[in-house]
């Protein structure tokens, strides 16, 4: 008996540690952060994407051209929410059988900073992505790719819980409604991992569904969360 309370110890002990009493809410909240468009998230990255697309077209760029930006993105004075970004695009523009532009494919490298009333965290970062639905005929915007993200955080509910964290999010047929580019579908999964001093390390995985009405539905861990893609607020459900 004795050895198998040992044994049931060590392994609670193990599975602690492999979460380093980060909860799924602290991780949903920097899946927000990483997410909303007020923390300059994927939600913003995606929509200047398919802007910059059809600039691109009104601009005349040819098919198969590439064409590289640079570009700042800071948080209005005095926001709640506070973010600032340095972001360096390179995007191509791929044409049909027709000759016709189709859609964009292109890569993201970006690095800066958000604080919102949950979390803080500096990051840089690495996004390849396609924006289809760029035919007159096209009702949305749709994006595809991966999205990746590294660098530190610190918890606002428990200052205890700050380390390093590394994202990937893979994204399947993000919507966004042509032309106000409002997101309106779209899915992704995700993991969610790193380390906490003194506490050891975590790892969460998950999926995201994205709404019709501005919000996001993120599961991680048996729990679900809805998520304002506005403003990073979360409410468990």
């Known amino acids: 008996m004795a050895m198998l309370l040992v044994g049931a110890m060590a392994c609670k002990k193990s599975g602690t540690s492999l979460t380093g009493n980060l ?8 899946m927000a952060g990483s997410l909303s468009s007020n923390t300059h998230g994927l939600t913003s990255v995606g929509s200047d994407a398919s802007v910059y697309s059809q600039t691109d077209l009104d601009a005349h760029l040819n098919c198969g051209a590439t064409r590289t930006d640079t570009i700042t993105k800071t948080s209005p004075a005095g926001a ?17 059988t027709s000759n016709l532009p189709d859609n964009v494919s292109g890569k993201l490298n970006y690095s800066g900073s958000f604080s919102n009333p949950h979390m803080s965290s ?21 994006f595809n790719g991966s999205y990746l993200r590294s660098g530190s955080f610190t918890s606002k ?5 700050h380390g390093s964290s590394n994202l990937d999010v ?20 995700f993991t969610l991992t790193g380390t906490v001093p003194k506490k050891g390390a975590f790892s969460f995985t998950g999926t995201v569904v994205f709404n019709t009405d501005g919000t996001a539905k993120i599961t ?14 979360k409410t468990k459900v």
């Open 122 to 142: 500096s990051n840089t970062g690495h996004v390849t992505f396609t924006v289809a639905g760029l035919t007159t005929t096209a009702t949305a915007y749709v």
């Open 157 to 161: 509910s428990d200052t205890s819980n």
């Open 23 to 30: 909860s799924a809410s602290e991780a949903v909240d920097l």
């Open 80 to 96: 709640t929410t506070s973010f600032s970004y340095g972001l360096g695009y390179s995007y191509t523009l791929n044409c049909n």
């Open 170 to 189: 893979e994204v399947h047929n993000v919507m966004f409604q042509k032309p106000g580019r409002n997101v309106v579908g779209g899915t992704a999964t």
């Open 220 to 233: 991680v861990n048996g729990s679900s969360y809805l998520v304002d893609l506005t403003t990073g607020e």
